[in-house]
Nanobody
Framework: QVQLVESGGRSVGYGGSLTLSCTAS????????WGWFRQAPGKQREGIAV???????TYANAVKGRFTISEDSAKKILYLQMTDLRFDDTARYYC???????????????WGQGTQVTVPD
């Protein structure tokens, strides 16, 4: 099994920046792809930045050019650098990881508890 723990979420002013971290532990060799998702109140969860199995980065249009996903593969830490934060970036941010056999289905097998990011209006 894989455990994922997010950190770094807080309240930040409009236009501000923030970096989230996700630390993986356990059977981390099972991770073939991982990334960041978020869920705002009353909205569906959405994928916003993912490293696929080829280490290609994919971003949702809503965050492209403002957010950057990166990883420290040796330390098994995933980062999300967020800049130019907007009101609608307010959400709970989750880290998730997929096993190789789940990639074809687009499923993510392991999820963290999430960390809250709030951009007050």
């Amino acid at each position: 099994q894989v455990q994922l723990v997010e950190s770094g979420g807080r309240s930040v002013g409009y236009g501000g920046s923030l970096t989230l971290s996700c630390t993986a532990s356990g059977q981390t060799d099972l991770i073939a792809a991982w990334g960041w998702f978020r869920q705002a109140p009353g909205k569906q969860r959405e994928g916003i930045a993912v490293f696929d199995s080829f280490r290609t980065k994919t971003y949702a249009n809503a965050v492209k050019g403002r957010f950057t996903i990166s990883e420290d593969s040796a330390k098994k830490i995933l980062y999300l650098q967020m800049t130019d934060l907007r009101f609608d970036d307010t959400a709970r941010y989750y880290c998730a990881a997929a096993r190789r056999e789940s990639l074809s289905r687009g499923d993510f097998d392991y999820w963290g508890q999430g960390t809250q990011v709030t951009v007050p209006d």
